[in-house]
């Protein structure tokens, strides 16, 4: 079982930057894909970024161009850089890695982008 610890996270102001980590209990070398997925208050859990073992990379269209996912296989962690942050970001973000057949979920990390 692959235990999964987002860190990173807090208050920022709008426009803003932050930096989450996702550390994960073994190599991730054998996780086929790693993902970032964020649920704000009343809304269902959604996808932000996916990146596979080969680094490739998609992103959901509200993040473009903002949101940068990455993974250090060396470290064992993904994470998500996040610019030019926006009140509507606001959510717990969650890591996810998909290894074979099964699916590993953090317990999250809050982000508040208010003034």
């Known amino acids: 079982q692959v235990r999964l610890v987002e860190s990173g996270g807090g208050l920022v102001q709008p426009g803003g930057s932050l930096r989450l980590s996702c550390a994960a209990s073994e190599s991730i070398n054998s996780i086929n894909n790693m993902a970032w997925y964020r649920q704000g208050p009343g809304k269902q859990r959604e996808l932000v970024a996916r990146?596979?073992?080969?680094?490739?990379?998609t992103y959901a269209d509200s993040v473009k161009g903002r949101f940068t996912i990455s993974r250090d296989n060396a470290k064992n962690t993904m994470y998500l850089q996040m610019n030019s942050l926006k009140p509507e970001d606001t959510a717990v973000y969650y890591c996810?890695?998909?290894?074979?057949?099964?699916?590993?979920w953090g317990q999250g990390t809050q982000v508040t982008v208010s003034s």
């Open positions: 990146i596979t073992s080969g680094g490739s990379t």
């Open positions: 996810k890695a998909e290894k074979v057949i099964f699916a590993y």
